[in-house]
T-cell receptor, first 115, second 112 residues
Framework: GAVVSQHPSWVICKSGTSVKIECRSLDFQATTMFWYRQFPKQSLMLMATSNEGSKATYEQGVEKDKFLINHASLTLSTLTVTSAHPEDSSFYIC???????????FGPGTRLLVL | AQTVTQSQPEMSVQEAETVTLSCTYDTSESNYYLFWYKQPPSRQMILVIRQEAYKQQNATENRFSVNFQKAAKSFSLKISDSQLGDTAMYFCAFITPGKLIFGQGTTLQVKP
């Protein structure tokens, strides 16, 4: 399977600041990348889907102006949480898949704590 | 609506024994994929096994196997010879065009 990294692995920030999370596919051409959010002991909630070179498609209820997603290459996608607030504190996970393949491979996740 | 249901929030098993995790799903699609992922305390999502709906043969990966009943829309995971490292949250997932639908998860504790 694909090797996926995320950076940073954890971040603490002040309320009102913006935080950028990177997701890299190290050995895999990620034509599609997904961003999920997970609260403790709960399932993963899909936030958005991005195809390389295209605008992301956001799930219902996810604010696209707050969670900015960029997928500029086949190996990199970024999620920027703008003007973060304590309620944005969560575990953010990315996953990747390639064209013609249905299996998604996941990054190790990023823990965000907004004070 | 396409849904995945895991009816067992928590389970435990003694080391070296066998345990089965249940999963049911609902879809009107005829061809699709099903997955089991595990999430250990590190929270890294790891693919355990996958099944293509058009294949009648149940998938097997070492100690992990599935019982896929397409008509009943059931996809259970059997873990044989359980090991301490199998302790994790297990998610059943179904792929619908474009995205994965996850179940609520089952927390499995393997006891020494």
């Amino acid at each position: 399977g694909a090797v996926v990294s995320q950076h940073p692995s954890w971040v603490i920030c002040k309320s009102g600041t913006s935080v950028k999370i990177e997701c890299r596919s190290l050995d895999f051409q990620a034509t599609t990348m997904f961003w999920y959010r997970q609260f403790p002991k709960q399932s993963l909630m899909l936030m958005a889907t991005s195809n390389e070179g295209s605008k992301a498609t956001y799930e219902q209820g996810v604010e696209k102006d707050k969670f900015l997603i960029n997928h500029a290459s086949l190996t990199l996608s970024t999620l920027t949480v703008t003007s973060a607030h304590p309620e944005d504190s969560s575990f953010y996970i990315c996953s990747v898949k390639t064209s013609g393949e249905e299996t998604q491979y996941f990054g190790p996740g990023t823990r965000l704590l907004v004070l | 609506a396409q849904t995945v249901t895991q009816s067992q929030p928590e389970m435990s098993v003694q080391e070296a024994e066998t345990v089965t995790l249940s999963c049911t799903y609902d879809t009107s699609e005829s061809n699709y994929y099903l997955f089991w992922y595990k999430q250990p305390p590190s929270r890294q999502m790891i693919l355990v096994i996958r099944q293509e709906a058009y294949k009648q043969q149940n998938a097997t990966e070492n100690r992990f196997s599935v019982n896929f009943q397409k008509a009943a829309k059931s996809f259970s995971l059997k873990i044989s010879d359980s090991q301490l490292g199998d302790t994790a949250m297990y998610f059943c997932a179904f792929i619908t065009p474009g995205k994965l639908i996850f179940g609520q998860g089952t927390t499995l504790q393997v006891k020494p």
